[in-house]
């Protein structure tokens, strides 16, 4: 089995990181410089921020906060939210991010995938498949975008390796049924996703117990967990995280 990554993940609105239930019912969870600066010392392996406004603003990612946020850390960033074109690619790396994350602008032109892939370097470039529960779609789970509020007709595993054929390097599932819940990921989503390609999956949504990270890597096949609530809430630490999978026989950095 690979090292298994731990990924807290930065939801940013208006300056500050945010996190709800469902996307929805935002509370405030801090700084983003703080958080990420912290999360650095606790041993996280890597940082995610989604500007989880951009896409329904129909604006840019905010890069003065990419640059601040990567301006403490030295682990990998990816960094989400308002990415449509590959010259938004490019602004965003220069501005210190190691990957970007697209969902709603690679469903609208997957074409694009192709051509970040082919301009940046596959490791650069996640795609991140949002689903909900839907029995008519072949999986059962249908694409949403803009941020969970938008379905698109579209079965998500499917879109997933589509996505891998199209060159990206990661694929990042989050089941809208699980988001923010604290009910543990979508293991049955996951699992499909992971099954389905061959790249590394990160899973997403609904992490509240440290039982539930074991599984997002045993029972979802992820190799890389991502968490937002449990960590901005201090329920536990990434250390916490990191010390229970190791004696679970899961390999992490510690």
Request: aromatic fraction near 6%; charge should be negative.
């Amino acid at each position: 089995m690979k090292t298994i990554k731990i990924m807290p993940c930065l939801d940013m609105k208006n300056g500050r990181v945010v996190k709800g239930v469902h996307f929805v019912d935002l509370k405030d969870a801090g700084d983003p410089v703080e958080n990420a600066s912290y999360y650095q010392k606790e041993g996280a392996d890597e940082l995610a921020m989604l500007d989880i406004a951009a896409t329904v603003e129909n604006r840019k990612t905010r890069l003065e906060w990419v640059k601040e946020v990567s301006a403490v850390i030295t682990i990998p960033l990816t960094v989400g939210g308002g990415i449509n074109t590959t010259e938004d690619i490019e602004l965003v790396l220069n501005a210190g991010a190691g990957k970007v994350s697209m969902n709603s602008a690679a469903v609208r032109n997957p074409d694009l995938v192709k051509e970040a892939a082919a301009r940046f370097g596959s490791d650069k470039v996640v795609i991140a498949v949002d689903a909900r529960r839907n029995k008519a779609m072949p999986s059962g789970f249908e694409l949403v975008v803009a941020g969970g509020t938008t379905p698109v007709g579209k079965d998500a595993v499917e879109w997933a390796k589509r996505c891998q054929d199209l060159g990206a390097g990661v694929i990042l599932p989050t089941s809208m049924d699980g988001d923010g819940t604290l009910a543990g990921y979508d293991l049955e989503f996951t699992k499909a996703i992971s099954d389905a390609v061959t790249l590394p999956v990160i899973a997403s949504g609904g992490a509240g117990t440290l039982e539930h990270f074991y599984d997002g890597v045993v029972k979802g096949g992820a190799s890389v967990l991502l968490a937002a609530s449990v960590f901005h809430f201090r329920t536990f630490t990434v250390r916490q995280v990191k010390e229970y999978l190791k004696g679970k026989g899961i390999p992490v950095d510690l």
